[in-house]
């Protein structure tokens, strides 16, 4: 099993940053398994935002203004969040699996979400 924890989000005004971490634990956890995030506004369905293991991958949306990285050694991901939108607003929930990425990646595990409000 996995366990992940997300800290980070908060209440920014348009064009903020906001940083996001994630800190994976468990006895299966290891280097090799993918981690990413995703997110979901209300009434609306849950989005990919971004996924690394090796590369990077990220939703159009956020191209160019989100950065996903990782500290191997302390079993964290990071998403780097800036010119934030009122579009952003989201709760934004870690996830991680040992299957590669893809367009349909579904991961197996995931955090409780952290919460991210952008005002206009």
């Known amino acids: 099993q996995v366990q992940l924890v997300e800290s980070g989000g908060g209440l920014v005004q348009t064009g903020g940053s906001l940083r996001l971490s994630c800190a994976a634990s468990?006895?299966?956890?290891?280097?090799?398994?993918?981690m990413g995030w995703f997110r979901q506004a209300p009434g609306k369905e849950r989005e990919f935002v971004a996924a690394m293991r090796w590369g990077r991958y990220y939703a159009d949306s956020v191209k160019g203004r989100f950065t996903i990285s990782r500290d191997n050694p302390k079993n964290t991901v990071y998403l780097q969040m800036n010119s934030l939108k009122p579009e952003d607003t989201a709760v934004y929930y870690c996830?991680?699996?040992?299957?590669?990425?893809?367009?349909?990646?579904?991961?197996?595990?995931w955090g409780q979400g952290t919460q991210v409000t952008v005002s206009s």
């Open positions: 468990g006895r299966t956890f290891s280097t090799d398994y993918v």
């Open positions: 996830a991680a699996d040992t299957r590669r990425y893809s367009s349909s990646w579904n991961p197996d595990y």
